[in-house]
């Protein structure tokens, strides 16, 4: 049974390889790897901010996230390829905005890589509203924003 669950450390691992699989595509475009392949996910895990969508053996998808202030910050969210068009990233999303609104929080924020292009179509069409452009730590990030009801 595929559940959503808190990361554990025995996690690190899976998260790793589906965080690579994920954006492997997009090295190319941006001509490096883009910041959630490199990203220390055993801290991310220990300081309980990363959820998998999992079952006994498998690993589908992940997101990390935090509160930011009257927001929540989505940093990533992952799905592994051969998992794609099941409902899973959609599935994600909806925790860390359930999670948002049950905890009294404002907005969501996130940022993508101009060249995630897909992104840039992607999250308009779920309620969230571009905010900025700008270079920072190296990469063209596009930032978002989807306000939730008020609390």
Known sequence: MT?????????VKAIAVCARKAYQIYVERIGRE???????????????????????GNL??????????DSVFLENIAVD???HGKGYG??????????????????I???????????LSLYPSLGYRETGRARQDGF????????????
């Open 3 to 11: 559940t959503l669950r808190p990361a554990a450390s025995d996690d």
């Open 140 to 151: 063209d990030r596009v930032f978002f924003e989807k306000p939730l009801s008020a609390r």
């Open 109 to 119: 924020k996130l940022y993508t890589n101009i060249h995630m292009s897909e992104n």
């Open 81 to 83: 390829p051969a998992h």
């Open 34 to 56: 883009p910041a959630p392949m490199t990203a220390d996910f055993a801290s991310q895990v220990a300081d309980g901010l990363i959820f998998v969508l999992a079952d006994e």
């Open 60 to 69: 589908f998808g992940f997101v990390v996230f935090y509160d930011q202030e």
């Open 90 to 107: 959609r599935m994600l999303i909806d925790f860390v905005e359930q999670y948002a609104r049950k905890n009294g929080f404002w907005s």
